[in-house]
């Protein structure tokens, strides 16, 4: 497969796949990185696509610089790609996993493109960071108090809660295909449910399988979605 690696604005980047029309933007998630995109972009290009990965921030290739991959960051550097995309394919479908989901609801609900496809999206960031309030004992008010709140998952802070409970997704007019894993602890299947009522989506749920998909039998599972629905 051609692999071709450049920058869109310091971003560091990959298009994946010969010269095409139709493109697949790839939106990785929480501790990935672009190099994620390799076997998705095998299977785009059989039917026809290229692929375009990138690294969010504090990911792959930058890892060093001093940006927390939030929503603010992670919003400016979609709509970055984004305009680059747009304005090299005539075709543009999406692909994100995880929290580049939530980066793309937030980035790309009014956007001319053809399919989208979410693997575990993180559709309801205020229900995961509630529930990040629980797991690790940290209350509201504490949050409120201290304004950032170290944990073992990441960084819990005030500014960022206010928003996503002043921003909930209330507009997704992409047709959508969603995996999600019915162990997955955080989304609920009810959250994921709603959305995919809400927005028309078409839900697929591999009963015994968690949010990374990476367990025993997960790889053919998501290699079969992608295969079904790409």
Known sequence: MTVNKIKI???PAIVWGEKADKVYLFVHGKMSSKESAEVFAEIAEEKGYQTISFDLPGHGERVDENERCDIWNGVRDLAIVRDYV????KEISLYACSLGAYFSLNTYN???IKKCLF???ILDMEYLIKQMMVWFAVSEERLAQEKEVETPI???TWDYYQYVKAHPIQKWNIPTNILFGGKDNLQSLEVVKNF???FNCLLTIAENSEHPFMGEGDGQIVDMWLRQNV
């Open 9 to 11: 604005s310091n971003i």
């Open 119 to 121: 693997q575990s999206p």
């Open 154 to 156: 990441d960084v819990m």
């Open 110 to 112: 009014t956007e001319n």
């Open 196 to 198: 995919s009522d809400k």
């Open 86 to 89: 747009f304005a090299n394919w």
